[in-house]
């Protein structure tokens, strides 16, 4: 199987191509190490291009047969999406076009692509389900839905799709060689764990103790990276059998709040975690859960990371052998 990630140098496309390597995929990375690294690429072809310029992209993919495409190349900071919105409507969006229809003129006819979460904005419903209304609230969502919706009108007979819609994406391989490296880091896992690396941190900002929720800490579906490789190894198998083209959630099925988390990485490291109660950050939902009911029913999918613990365990791995992510771009 030839499988050209795009985005395969970033946090997920990199476990992503680790994972499929190991189940004997060929891969070919297509990225343009703005924010990714090559040292997660390892030894992987690499072909430095960017999707904002069409022929790179169609060159790529006329390189050779690729019997399936994922693109993990997005940007995907929530707040920055706020304050920048045509940068991510520009990337996120209009990019994703030029690699559809470069797919669709190389005849590429598999597609999986990585969607989030923010589609379903404030949800209405705990667990999230698929059929959860789409009503996103920033324009990181909105950029994610409006392919989604580009994906359903354009796919065929000979273009198919599976959008994978993550929730919390968290941890590392277990060998600690590929993980999270953020130059702005602002997700919770990494910015607890870099907390108690750094003796000189500024404590952590829990944002917010005031919410309806079990200890007044926003509650998260927080799902490891590896299990979710594998589920796009499987939406890959069952694509390739002949699938119809699908939408999945995805996530462990269960939540934890800030406290929860902050409590598992003390366990984890055996360190007390600073921190100081700090606003509300703008546009957090009080509770994200997923219900992964549809691709555990069809494709076998099940989270084989399902505690806290055993997330930051791989996490921890990670940062503490790499305080300063990778060594090279
Ligand atoms: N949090 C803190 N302090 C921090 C960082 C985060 O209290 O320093 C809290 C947040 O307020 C939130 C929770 O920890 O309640 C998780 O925050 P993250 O930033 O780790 O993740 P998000 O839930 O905000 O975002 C993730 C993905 C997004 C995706 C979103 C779906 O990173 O890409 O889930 O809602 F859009």
């Avoid at 900071?77 to 690699?99: Q, R």
């Avoid at 007390?272 to 076998?300: C, F, Q, Y």
Wanted: net charge neutral; aromatic share 10%.
């Amino acid at each position: 199987m030839e499988i050209l990630i795009v985005g395969g140098a970033g946090y997920i496309g990199s476990v992503t191509n680790y994972f499929l390597e190991k189940q004997g995929c060929k891969t070919t990375v297509f990225d343009n190490l703005s924010l990714g690294y090559k040292q997660a690429v390892g030894k992987t072809p690499l072909i430095v291009g960017d999707l904002e310029n069409f022929h790179e992209i169609k060159n790529a993919l006329s390189s050779k047969r690729f019997d399936a495409v994922m693109h993990f190349s997005a940007f995907s900071l929530v707040g920055e999406s706020v304050n920048n919105p045509l940068k991510y409507y520009k990337n996120n969006v209009a990019n994703t076009l030029n690699l559809i229809k470069a797919m669709i003129e190389t005849e590429t006819k598999n597609f999986i692509f990585s969607s989030t979460a923010a589609v379903f904005g404030n949800p209405t419903e705990i667990p999230i389900t698929e059929n959860h209304p789409i009503n996103p609230i920033n324009p990181y969502g909105w950029s994610k839905s409006f392919v989604e919706q580009i994906l359903s009108d354009t796919f065929k007979e000979n273009f198919k799709f599976v959008c994978l819609r993550y929730f919390n994406a968290c941890g590392s391989t277990a060998d600690g060689k590929i993980g999270e490296a953020h130059a702005n880091e602002t997700h919770l896992i990494p910015l607890i764990l870099k907390t108690l690396l750094n003796q000189n941190a500024k404590p952590l900002k829990v944002f917010g103790n005031d919410y309806e929720t079990q200890d007044g800490t926003c509650v998260r579906d927080y799902v490891h990276v590896l299990d979710l490789a594998e589920a796009h190894f499987l939406a890959l198998e069952y694509l390739l059998k002949g699938g119809e083209s699908e939408i999945f959630n995805l996530g462990n099925g269960k939540g934890f709040s800030v406290f929860e988390i902050i409590k598992a990485a003390e366990k984890v490291t055996g360190k007390k975690v600073p921190l100081e109660i700090a606003e509300r950050r703008k546009g957090d939902p009080p509770v994200l859960i997923a219900s992964s009911d549809k691709i555990t029913k069809k494709l076998g999918w099940e989270p084989k990371f399902k505690t806290p613990e055993s997330i930051i365990e791989t996490a921890w791995k990670w940062h503490s052998e790499n305080p300063n992510g990778y060594k090279e771009n």
